[in-house]
């Protein structure tokens, strides 16, 4: 567990590959997180990559115009927060909601149209796939 933000920001400056991975794959808990963002704003893009970061902090992020893309690229969001970010105004953003696995597909079928010709390709093939599988599991 990671305990504190200056032992989260030397792991993440390391140059040693177990360190610098550490940053982003051992527990990060809320307290730090909130300490690091506070204090270390340049990383809170790595708080959002961390594996094990807090929902609460991907919900303070998800406004935040420097790490919204990070944000809407996590699985664990809630339907909430994937509903919130599938609007946003930054089509790179509802592009990562797009392509996110756990996007729910109801919220996909929401997107579409979307004013951009590749957001919409994606979300043409991932709503096509969602119905074949859902016919392949009613067919058998």
């Given amino acids: 567990m990671i305990e504190s933000a200056e032992e989260f920001v ?53 406004d935040d115009e420097d790490v919204r893309f990070e944000v809407a ?10 509903l919130k970010l599938s609007k946003d105004p930054d089509a790179t953003v509802r592009e990562r909601i797009a392509c996110n696995a756990k996007t729910p597909i109801d919220i996909l079928r929401g997107m579409y149209p979307d004013e951009w010709d590749y957001i919409n390709e ?17 067919g058998r």
């Fill in 10 to 62: 030397r792991l993440r400056e390391s140059e040693i590959e177990e360190e610098y991975e550490r940053a982003a794959t051992d527990e990060l808990p809320l307290n730090v997180c909130l300490d690091i963002i506070a204090r270390f704003p340049h990383k809170k893009q790595w708080v959002v990559i961390n594996k094990t970061v807090p929902i609460e902090i991907l919900e303070l992020l998800a």
């Fill in 73 to 82: 690229t996590k699985r664990k969001l809630t339907r909430d927060l994937f």
């Fill in 122 to 138: 994606t979300l043409e093939e991932r709503i096509k796939a969602y119905e074949e599988k859902k016919n392949n599991l009613i």
